[in-house]
Every structure is written in C-alpha cells, then in structure tokens.
C-alpha cells in the first residue's frame, strides 16, 4: 500500500495553519511523550503518561507503555514504518521543582549524555516542555492521547526542534539544545536518559535510568537499570610526552571514562570523572589524559 502523502498544498496548507489538524491532546509536567517524524510527512505525537511510574521502579522491571495506538502512526506513514520513520520519548518536569529533570531518550549508546550547565538546561527543558505544551494549546483539552501535526506548524516537534523551521538538521538534538541524536530509527532500542542542570566542570555523565524497546509491531516497553558490568581489565598505561593513556578490555555496549585524584586514599567518590566516554565494542580500548605536575593515580571506571 502506499503512504498517504500528507503535505497540504496551496489553500489547503494554508487552511491547516489555522486549523487544527488533529483530535485533541491532553499535557501534563512530566508526561511521558513518543514522538514519530518522517521527512515530508505529518508528525505524530502521543502521550504516555507520566515518567514517574518508571523512575521508582527495581532494576530489571518491565514496563509496557501502552495506552496508544499505533493506527494513528500508519494512518500517516503507511504500513511499513521502517521506511524512513524516527521515534523519540521526551518528558521535562517543571523547572522550579526540587530535582528539576529532562528525559530523553539516547539513540548514541549513552556515549554524550553528560549533565548540562544551567543555562544550557534551561534551554533543553524549555524545548522539551514546548513540545507538549504546544500540542495541548493547539488544541481543546479532552481525552485523545495523540497529536497529528504538519511540520510547518509552530506546535509540531518538527517545527520546534528545528528552531521554527531554520534548522532542520539539530531536529534530532531538539534544536541543538541536547548534547546527543534523541531520535532513533524505527524500530529499534534506545537509553532513557534524565538530564539535570549542573555546576561542576567537567560534567558528570546523566542517569541512565534504562532501556525503552519499540518493537516492529508498535509496541513500546521500558527495562529499568543497567545490566551488571564485569571488572575492568587494565592491559597497559604509559605516558607520553605530555600524555597519559591507558588501555583495557572492554565490554560491548558497556561505557567507559577515567577517574583520577592527587590522592590515591580519596573516596572513589570525589575522584574527578574526565569528560571523555566512550562504548565499549568488546575489543581494547585507550583512554587519554594530560599530565600535570606532581603525583596523578587513576582507574577505569565502567558504567
């Protein structure tokens, strides 16, 4: 079957720039949103409910996030979905609460996803929230869970994500604001991230709170924690000139970064993270730093 095209043309565009386009959707802070994009297409937007039942969970719950309906999608895109179609989960808490957080889902494997001064989260958060609360004020608050949008339209997650349409390619970086792709094809796996503001310098890597899986089907589950990571095995460390590397067996899909203190008795804890992350692939890795003077101790640390 063929996908409807779904880009209005002449009087038609301009009718649905001021019209609704699609049934009426309903937003809360902290709802869980699944978002779909296909270039030259409609989006499509639901409403998961809220994050908060996936944030209190034990590590190796699952969780089915339903309560949607897959129909709406291949209404717009046809019935193959694997052809050309992106997904993305999105949620933000409201800004001025306690533990002020953004949820997105990683599509990079965890490697970027590094807490974000305040200013620059401020900037995600205000992105991540516009791209519920611009559905619900596009249209009248009442039961429907989902949000059909030409991305034209200034409440659509394309329009939002691509800064009112200039930008197209930071689409997948909700406007350059996130530091990683939250997009991934369909179907397939991603990491559901929480972004929070910080201070520290460097950044600390974001909580990865688990995986979300969205199958071919349509359906779409959340796996709570990190699978357990076996002990690094260091092979080597040398420095030269002014760098220090070292190497170590790696675990695929396990990330890795150095830590290092002046003070080899200091808690693990208040060891400096170094920024730079890597995935693992299953074979060695090397890691570098600059050296600095006096005594430096290091070790691998695997999340």
Do not use: C
């Amino acid at each position: 079957m063929r996908p409807k095209t779904t880009l209005a043309l002449g009087i038609g565009l301009a009718w649905a720039l001021v019209t609704p386009l699609a049934q009426a959707f309903t937003y809360t802070e902290g709802d869980l949103l699944l978002a779909f994009r296909k270039t030259g297409y409609n989006d499509v937007l639901f409403n998961l409910g809220n994050v908060s039942r996936l944030t209190g969970l034990a590590d190796g719950v699952t969780v089915p996030l339903d309560g949607w309906d897959i129909t709406q999608a291949t209404e717009t895109y046809g019935s193959d979905l694997t052809d050309g179609v992106s997904v993305a989960v999105i949620a933000a808490t409201g800004s001025s609460v306690a533990d002020p957080v953004v949820y997105l889902s990683e599509a990079d494997g965890g490697a970027q996803s590094l807490e974000r001064s305040p200013l620059a989260w401020r900037s995600l958060w205000s992105k991540a929230a516009s791209v519920g609360l611009k559905a619900q004020e596009y249209t009248a608050a009442s039961s429907p869970a989902y949000f059909v949008a030409n991305p034209s339209l200034y409440a659509s997650y394309t329009f939002i994500g691509s800064n009112s349409g200039q930008q197209p390619a930071l689409i997948s970086s909700l406007g350059g604001t996130s530091s990683f792709k939250i997009e991934s094809s369909f179907p397939g796996k991603a990491l559901l991230v929480a972004v929070r503001p910080s201070t520290l310098n460097p950044k600390p890597a974001s909580q990865v709170l688990g995986t979300l899986t969205v199958g071919v089907d349509g359906s779409v589950s959340f796996l709570r924690g990190v699978a357990a990571v076996k002990a690094t095995h260091i092979t080597g460390a040398r420095s030269v000139g002014e760098r220090f590397s070292v190497t170590f067996d790696t675990v695929s899909g396990v990330h890795y970064r150095l830590r290092s203190s002046a003070d080899a008795g200091a808690k693990l804890t208040a060891w400096t993270s170094l920024p730079d992350v890597i995935v693992g692939t299953g074979a060695p890795a090397t890691l570098e730093d600059r050296l600095v003077a006096g005594p430096q101790f290091y070790v691998v640390e695997a999340f």
